[in-house]
């Protein structure tokens, strides 16, 4: 587990982290802005949870599961126990960071996760 995370400027992410996490994955941003509208209509209104900073925008995303068809957004940090997650709507995570275009097809009972807000994803199934 990473140590807690320290406060994140979303500004520092958008296109710019989106197109350096592309680069990373051999996908353009044309193809991932193509991948994205075929998909919004159907995903982007589901709940998904995510931990507290994440939802209090202190952290980048670093960590997503998808198991059981529930999605968790997380920052992969330490969090007090009394702390709960929180349930958003993934068409608001998608606006504030077009690099989850990059991930929103992980199968059930996959995991994925990045060092930074730039780095690209990593993929593996749950065990």
């Keep these: 587990m990473r140590p807690a995370c320290e406060v994140w400027n979303s ?3 958008g296109l710019l982290a989106c197109a350096a996490a592309a680069s990373h994955r051999g ?3 044309s193809n991932a802005a193509a991948l994205s509208n075929d998909k919004s209509a159907r995903m982007t209104q589901k709940p998904v949870f995510v ?3 994440v939802f209090k925008r202190r952290c980048p995303i670093l960590l997503v599961s998808h198991s059981d068809e529930d999605w968790e957004f997380l920052c ?3 969090h007090e126990e009394e702390e ?3 349930d958003v709507s993934l068409h608001d995570l998608l606006e504030a960071d077009p690099t989850l275009w990059m991930i ?4 059930v009972n996959w995991e994925a996760e990045r060092e ?3 780095a690209a994803w990593e993929k593996w199934p749950i065990h």
């Excluded at 929103?104 to 199968?107: E, K």
């Design 11 to 13: 500004a520092t992410s």
């Design 27 to 29: 996908t353009t941003l």
């Design 51 to 53: 931990c507290s900073h």
């Design 76 to 78: 992969g940090g330490a």
């Design 84 to 86: 709960l997650p929180s």
């Design 104 to 107: 929103v097809d992980l199968p």
């Design 116 to 118: 930074s807000a730039e």
